[in-house]
């Protein structure tokens, strides 16, 4: 198992960047999928982005895809959300979300963060 925590979120203006941090406790970070979840205020929780172990395969949903970057450093047991050109419509709170071996079009996630809140305003 690991243990993540989410870090970075705060209040930002429309076209502003943000960076994500997932810090993940536990020797086998390497093996695991990492990704990230986001839920909006009345809305049901959805997929952003997934890396796999070894950082080769990813995947965005299309609301995110050319202006979100998830990377991971594997010796830092660290998982990054980079997000460029903001827009208020990506408020919410951001879960990071790991599980074993998964690829990256199949993940769910099975070990969760508690979130970290992220508020673009217009």
């Known amino acids: 198992q690991v243990q993540l925590v989410e870090s970075g979120g705060g209040l930002v203006q429309a076209g502003d960047s943000l960076r994500l941090s997932c810090a993940a406790s536990?020797?086998?970070?390497?093996?695991?999928?990492m990704g990230w979840f986001r839920q909006a205020p009345g809305k049901e929780r959805e997929i952003v982005t997934v890396?796999?172990?070894?950082?080769?395969?990813?995947y965005y949903a299309d609301s995110v895809k050319g202006r979100f970057t998830i990377s991971r450093n594997n010796a830092k047991n660290t998982v990054y959300l980079q997000m460029d050109s903001l827009k208020s419509e990506d408020t919410a709170v951001y879960y990071c979300?790991?599980?074993?071996?998964?690829?990256?079009?199949?993940?769910?996630?099975?070990?969760w963060g508690k979130g970290t809140l992220v508020t673009v305003s217009s």
């Open positions: 979300a790991a599980e074993r071996l998964k690829a990256p079009t199949e993940f769910r996630g099975t070990e």
């Open positions: 536990g020797r086998t970070f390497s093996i695991y999928t």
């Open positions: 890396i796999s172990w070894n950082g080769l395969n990813t």
